[in-house]
């Protein structure tokens, strides 16, 4: 979102601008891949009750999600703006993948890379 650009105010809004900042597969592989550690060190915790696990959870998923950002998509995480829908749309986005829905959805949107 540039300075010029009007502020997004609803989910309804959010959400497919939210895709398009994860056009390229490479970036949503790379969230994969943090959402998934997140899922998992937050059950190691609940299953071990280390606190360090769930410490670690946002460090995996931030992580990820920035290198894919800076790297691969070359854009701004939406999370700087939209913090709270933008940790929704993780994990929606994670487990439309799961389900196999997430490329009707992409294209739903007209998101076709």
Known sequence: MT???PRITTYEAFWP???GEHALPATRAWHFVGTGLVLLALAAGVATRDWRFFA??????YF??????????H???AT??????????DFRMFFLFV???LGPELRRHGIGR
């Open 99 to 101: 389900a196999g829905r």
């Open 3 to 5: 300075v010029h650009e």
């Open 80 to 89: 700087f703006t939209y913090p709270l829908w933008s940790l929704v749309s």
């Open 64 to 73: 990820f999600a920035w290198v894919s950002h800076f790297f691969v998509e």
């Open 17 to 19: 601008f939210y895709l």
């Open 56 to 61: 670690a959870a946002p460090v995996c998923g």
């Open 75 to 77: 854009n701004r995480p």
